[in-house]
């Protein structure tokens, strides 16, 4: 494996982060740099800049927006992406329903959807997880229920993630009670402004509106709507979730966020001199920085073999990376924690107001410290949680 880029590889680099820099608003980019809360507006800005330039769905078909680019370009791509903080081309879009309508949508379906997804001109959610089926996904209840050129959906799905936004969600439903779990679920589309689809917020522990429940009542779907063949849904629920899975280790976001904690903590007040100068706190950046390098090695050994026609989703390597991206990810939170100190003791990501004259005291880095902690909870459990990785490993791996 060459661990070094060729030179046509690095004037890629170049162009890629030269774009980013200069045509991705700077402030946008800076609010996803500190870990504040873009809008909706942001999101679609940035994404139609990139589908402009052909680059916000690059891994599609090539006669629906994709690059010919190889494996090593678009790891360099995804990686300048994350280190310049520009936010990602929305995932449900461009990640999970778009290549599902890709591979296995109709002809009218490609056309109907694809070119309006890429531009973000539909919002598009993810309608899987349901109250008793998380990690379990196999195990939902929402059912279609074929009436004539219709199914007619009810059931309920929650922490389906900015569903308040969506005009759209793609669904996993039960069309065949009968059959085994894995095998009666097929995948809809569904108008989000049809009768009868409900959304309702939850408000998670940093106190932001992020995730939602939406409930079906009666819901009717063209069955024009569904993707594929009817009870194959799992098949198509599989190949998006390898989508998925392949890009959470997402080592230059940490990468980013690791030099970030590096500088706040050279410039932080702590006792007589700064954070910096706590040598258990260095010592804990380090280590993270090592198993960060670590874990992009393990990212270019996986892009190694995908150059040589091996694809990672047919393996446990997207586990290995969801299992180690997740957790680094949550260590930089920590050493953010860690650097703010006191003054990361906030409530719903309001700064200490103490009457004191310390500078630190109404630093929105320290205040947003607290937040994306508690938000990044998350992350070792969506995408099919850590515990649920862990098994397909050992499945694999060891031939549990």
């Known amino acids: 494996m060459e661990l070094r880029f060729t030179d046509a590889e690095n004037a890629f680099r170049d162009d890629v982060r030269n774009f980013m820099q200069t045509e991705i608003p700077a402030g946008i980019r800076r609010k996803v740099g500190e870990g504040q809360e873009i809008t909706k507006d942001d999101i679609v800005r940035c994404q139609r800049v990139l589908n402009a330039k052909g680059w916000a769905t690059p891994r599609w078909p090539l006669e629906w927006g994709g690059q010919p680019w190889t494996p090593v370009q678009h790891y360099i791509f995804i990686e300048e992406l994350q280190q310049n903080a520009v936010p990602q081309p929305q995932q449900f879009n ?34 899987f997880s ?7 996904l196999a195990s939902l209840k929402t059912r279609a229920v074929r009436d004539g050129d219709h199914y007619v959906v009810n059931g309920q799905k929650t922490w389906t993630t900015l569903g308040q ?12 009670p009968a059959a085994k779990k894995q095998e009666g679920i097929s995948f809809l589309l569904i108008d989000m402004t049809t009768p009868g689809v409900t959304v309702r917020p939850i408000i998670t522990i940093e106190g932001r509106h992020e995730v939602n429940e939406v409930f079906f009542d009666d819901v009717k779907v063209p069955v024009e709507n569904l993707v ?62 090592i198993e960060l390098k670590a874990l992009e090695i393990t990212q270019m050994r996986i892009i190694s073999q995908m150059q040589r026609g091996g694809d ?80 397909i490993i050992a499945k694999a791996v060891l031939g549990l």
């Open 165 to 176: 936004y969506a005009d759209w969600i793609f669904c996993l439903v039960r069309t065949d």
């Open 94 to 127: 461009c990640d999970m329903v778009g290549p599902v309508i890709a591979r296995f949508g109709s002809e009218d379906q490609k056309r109907r959807f694809l070119p309006r997804i890429a531009n973000l001109d539909d919002w598009w959610c993810q309608g």
């Open 130 to 136: 349901e109250p008793g089926a998380g990690s379990d």
């Open 228 to 289: 594929g063949e009817e009870n194959r849904g799992w098949d198509y629920a599989k190949f998006l979730l390898g989508h998925e899975r392949t890009g959470i280790a997402r080592v230059g976001i940490t990468k980013q966020r690791l030099r970030r904690i590096r500088r706040i903590a050279q410039q932080t007040p702590a006792g007589d001199g700064t954070v910096w100068d706590n040598p258990t706190f260095r010592a804990r950046l380090t280590e993270t920085e």
């Open 312 to 391: 990672p989703r047919n393996n446990s390597a997207a586990s290995i990376l969801k299992i180690k991206g997740s957790q680094l990810q949550q260590k930089a939170t920590e050493l953010l924690m860690e650097a703010a100190g006191p003054h990361g003791v906030v409530h719903l990501g309001r700064p200490i107001e103490d009457g004191s004259n310390d500078p630190l005291a109404d630093l929105e880095w320290a205040s947003l410290a607290t937040d994306n902690y508690f938000n990044y909870r998350k992350v070792s459990i969506y995408g099919g949680s850590n515990e649920i990785q862990r098994n």
